[in-house]
T-cell receptor
């Protein structure tokens, strides 16, 4: 059974039109992460939540925001997508931040028209 | 800041050949080490992990990795690869003092039937 679920698998949006990507988990993990992965590159961490505590990476553009309304759900909001934001977006969870493997969802591939 | 390097961008092998993928990290303290695999069109899956103890760790699908602290390395090995091992392989490091994973750039493995 899928434990980290991302919806949708594929998302197409227009340049500048806000878009929201969804992630849910059945693992009851404390930590939820959002990564951006471009073709043939390593996943790049955008931010993570430890419970309700939001932690932004220093180089994450302001265009990217996140919400975690409860333990199970986490959202990635892109306020004004540019062409350079086309990528695979990965959600992951872990029980704790240190010393724990991360469990990944299938990802959402975002295309910008 | 911690960094992770992987020696090869693309490795091409024939079936039954032996595999070794290199991974080196820059952090000098206590680390947790991981190898993830990403099959075409699928999510990242954990192959194996090292936290402490025996530096030779065994993972799923016949993979193993050896942690050599003096060399800051965590190389992935498999004695005999199969066509189904064709995938992207990512090494990741999580330092005990820090909060986040750092992924290496990945190595694409192509196994020829």
């Amino acid at each position: 059974d899928a434990m980290v679920i991302q919806n949708p698998r594929y998302q197409v949006t227009q340049f500048g039109k806000p878009v929201t990507l969804s992630c849910s988990q059945t693992l009851n993990h404390n930590v939820m992460y959002w990564y951006q992965q471009k073709s043939s590159q390593a996943p790049k961490l955008l931010f993570h939540y430890y419970d309700k505590d939001f932690n932004n990476e220093a180089d994450t553009p302001d265009n990217f925001q996140s919400r975690r309304p409860n333990t199970s759900f986490c959202f990635l909001d892109i306020r004004s997508p540019g062409l350079g934001d086309a990528a695979m977006y990965l959600c992951a969870t872990s029980r704790e931040r240190l010393g724990q493997p991360q469990h990944f969802g299938d990802g959402t591939r975002l295309s910008i028209l | 800041a911690q960094s992770v390097s992987q020696h090869n961008h693309h490795v091409i092998l024939s079936e039954a050949a032996s595999l070794e993928l290199g991974c080196n990290y820059s952090y000098g303290g206590t680390v947790n080490l991981f190898w993830y695999v990403q099959y075409p069109g699928q999510h990242l899956q954990l192959l194996l992990k090292y936290f402490s103890g025996d530096p030779l760790v065994k993972g799923i699908k016949g993979f193993e990795a050896e942690f050599i602290k003096s060399k800051f390395s965590f190389n992935l090995r498999k004695p005999s690869v199969q066509w189904s091992d064709t995938a992207e392989y990512f090494c990741a490091v999580n330092a005990n003092y820090g909060q986040n994973f750092v992924f290496g750039p990945g190595t694409r493995l192509s196994v020829l039937p």
